[in-house]
């Protein structure tokens, strides 16, 4: 951007925040009801398939501009399969794609987007996309750093959820009050209810905070600040201490909803080092199998010290006394090594005896105002349908849920949706996502934005069709290439979408491809990845990252010590709702790909994987590298210099004690980890 136009631009934004600092705060776009848009007739039809690409490219038009041309069916199996999976296709899936897109192009994409939405690997890639935004970890960090040994239930509660397609609405009211809903008759429907509900205690806490009614207002303002952000995009934390400075959020409405978390249960006690608060999940299966075992182990128990007591020494030293006691004994130890494990519990919240907060001068609890201010929500937010009050003998937690689903709300679809539209193209319509108020950008396409959030609501807050209106569209399926010289000077932050944004693997994807490319990733869905006993100190842990082959997703989450591997890539800091993760490009990333034990292993296997080929030569070998890798055939130039890097490389006097094979295979476990550093694997176009 030259810099005239910069200024200009700066100048614009100053403005518009002067304008809005004079209005109304109530009259801020994010606080109106949601529009339909009216988007005028896009001069290229041939491409406008549909509303997206009609309101996108209307807004190219007016600036000079056009979509960019279709990516390649390549780039875009590639792109897809991350997107939705965050795992690297395979090459038959490639092979497979090419020839469904030569002969019909769009009814390949959404037979490739059914395949990759039904896969049970999307509820893993996007559980990761909402852990993010639900501060999730295996540890309470703070000062101290005590497992969750459970935590892993609500993860996996949030894996079946997307997988699944529960509505987003359910969805939402499930993690706010699911252990409020009408029992449905199905067990394991009420118990995935409980475990949702961890929502709410997996924040951070200061569990040796002995000032315990601080720890319990420090706790509420914890919840508030994650529900303000995850679901209506707006930062309420400050109206602790005062009127929020930018938003019409006074302070009265903060201790309004504080009431709500007041009456709710998070913690299990308040001891020195408190407790966070967990309930049963066991099935009456699991709690029958488990009592039944106990019964044979006491059976089997009081056997033996009757054998004990009833014995003389005479009738001890005999042959079949003491058979009889080494089969008692025997089978004690099968009923041990046996034992099904202890009454399961989840992170999850229940109601309290319901409680009214005062406005606390300067957010201080030895501070009271006079009068409490009755449970309730945001008045700035006008929900025509939604509940109007808390009854007295409700927490308000399950209230305050409808509010926030209710059709008329003017936040939450907007906020839904411009996170699944972050996460599919690197930027939200709104770039502020978790800040939808005065202070945040305003949306760069306001129409697209409440058109799709009408879309989701009409669709039965359907996130899995929301994915297909994006991946359909042109928009998204466009190049990545820069093709358009005066509209990059124009638009260099690609706010207009004349191009694919090109980013970065996230950290888990980064992990994950390094595992599935070398055929070594365990594929397993579910479970705990770790036994750390819970609510004991965290024990460590960092070797767990180069030596697991389970999925990223599945790796404990340590406060205040996340693995360096995944924070390297950018991972989001787990004590906070995390709205997007800064993408940065270091050094340190680079010396990854040189050093990391990871790397090398991955390297390593896919090197004797290639090697055991016996059908292939160095040449097929050299291009299957780069199917698998990069999901394209070598280039005959890459082809020759891959060649000779290899002749180079078993060549070299360092290596002349290793025998002929040895070397060969150090030769190509060299070359792929060169292949694995390249900006091409690091990337999806």
């Not at 809005?20 to 009259?27: K, L, V, W």
């Not at 039944?292 to 042959?319: C, F, K, M, W, Y």
């Not at 004690?332 to 009454?343: K, N």
């Not at 070397?663 to 476990?669: F, G, I, N, Q």
């Amino acid at each position: 951007m030259n810099p005239r136009r910069h200024l200009a631009w700066m100048l614009s934004i100053w403005l518009a925040a002067l304008a809005a600092a004079g209005a109304d705060p109530a009259s801020h776009w994010a606080f109106q009801p949601v529009r339909p848009p009216n988007p005028a007739p896009a001069a290229n039809r041939r491409i406008a398939s549909g509303m997206i690409d009609r309101l996108v490219i209307e807004r190219l038009e007016r600036a000079g501009g056009t979509l960019s041309p279709a990516a390649s069916p390549r780039i875009l199996i590639r792109r897809m399969t991350f997107d939705l999976t965050g795992l690297p296709p395979e090459p038959a899936e490639v092979d497979a794609f090419l020839l469904a897109a030569a002969r019909d192009r769009d009814a390949a994409v959404a037979a490739l987007v059914d395949r990759l939405l039904d896969s049970p690997h999307y509820g893993e890639r996007w559980a990761r996309w909402w852990l993010d935004v639900a501060r999730y970890a295996d540890s309470n960090g703070q000062d101290e750093n005590k497992v969750m040994g459970n935590a892993w239930r609500y993860r996996d509660w949030v894996v079946r959820s997307f997988n699944r397609n529960k509505p987003f609405d359910h969805f939402i009211t499930e993690q706010l009050a699911g252990d409020l809903l009408p029992p449905t008759g199905e067990e394991q429907e009420g118990l995935d209810r409980l475990m949702a509900t961890g929502f709410l205690v997996l924040g951070p806490k200061m569990l040796a905070e002995q000032d315990k009614p601080k720890l319990l207002l420090d706790i509420i303002d914890e919840q508030i600040d994650t529900v303000g952000r995850a679901f209506l995009g707006l930062t309420l934390g400050c109206a602790r201490c005062h009127d929020h400075k930018f938003d019409p959020v006074p302070a009265r409405d903060y201790y309004a909803m504080a009431g709500i978390f007041k009456s709710t249960r998070t913690m299990e006690d308040l001891a020195f080092v408190s407790k966070f608060n967990e309930r049963p999940v066991a099935t009456r299966h699991d709690l029958e199998s488990l009592a039944l075992h106990q019964r044979r182990l006491a059976e089997v128990t009081n056997r033996i010290a009757a054998l004990g007591r009833d014995s003389t020494p005479s009738t001890a030293s005999s042959s079949p006394r003491r058979e009889e006691l080494a089969m008692l004994e025997a089978s004690r130890a099968a009923l041990v090594a046996a034992a099904p494990p202890p009454s399961a519990k989840a992170l999850a919240v229940e109601e309290a005896p319901p409680a009214t907060l005062p406005v606390m001068l300067r957010g201080n609890h030895l501070a009271p105002g006079p009068d409490p201010v009755p449970r309730g929500f945001l008045r700035v937010l006008n929900v025509p349908g939604g509940p109007e009050s808390i009854p007295t003998n409700h927490s308000g937690r399950l209230e305050l849920a409808r509010w926030l689903t209710s059709p008329n709300h003017p936040l939450t679809s907007r906020v839904a949706v411009n996170r699944v539209w972050q996460a599919h193209f690197g930027r939200g319509l709104v770039p502020t996502a978790d800040n939808f108020g005065l202070r945040g950008e305003p949306p760069t396409d306001p129409e697209l934005l409440d058109w799709m959030a009408q879309e989701f609501i009409r669709s039965g807050w359907d996130l899995k069709a929301l994915h297909r209106l994006i991946l359909t569209s042109r928009v998204y399926q466009q190049s990545s290439a820069t093709r358009d010289a005066p509209l990059l000077e124009q638009d260099p932050e690609n706010r207009l979408l004349g191009r694919f944004p090109r980013q970065r693997l996230e950290a888990e994807m980064v992990r994950d491809a390094l595992l599935a490319v070398s055929g070594r990733l365990d594929r397993t869905l579910g479970g705990a990845l770790v036994q750390w006993p819970n609510n004991e100190y965290v024990p460590g842990g960092e070797e767990i990252f180069a030596s697991s082959l389970r999925r990223t997703l599945y790796l404990p989450i340590v406060r205040d010590r996340v693995f360096d591997g995944l924070t390297l890539f950018d991972f989001a800091n787990p004590s906070v709702c995390s709205a997007r993760r800064v993408s940065t490009v270091v050094s340190h990333q680079a010396l990854f790909f040189l050093n990391s034990p990871l790397v090398a292993s991955s390297a390593d296997a896919l090197a004797r994987v290639l090697l055991a080929r016996a059908d292939l030569d160095d040449p097929a070998r050299v291009n299957d590298a780069h199917l698998r890798l990069l999901a394209r055939p070598a280039g005959g130039t890459e082809i020759r210099r891959g060649l000779e890097f290899l002749s180079r490389l078993e060549g070299d006097p360092e290596l002349t004690r290793e025998s002929t094979a040895r070397r060969h295979e150090l030769a190509w476990s060299a070359y792929l980890q060169g292949l694995l550093a390249s900006n091409e694997f690091l990337y999806r176009d």
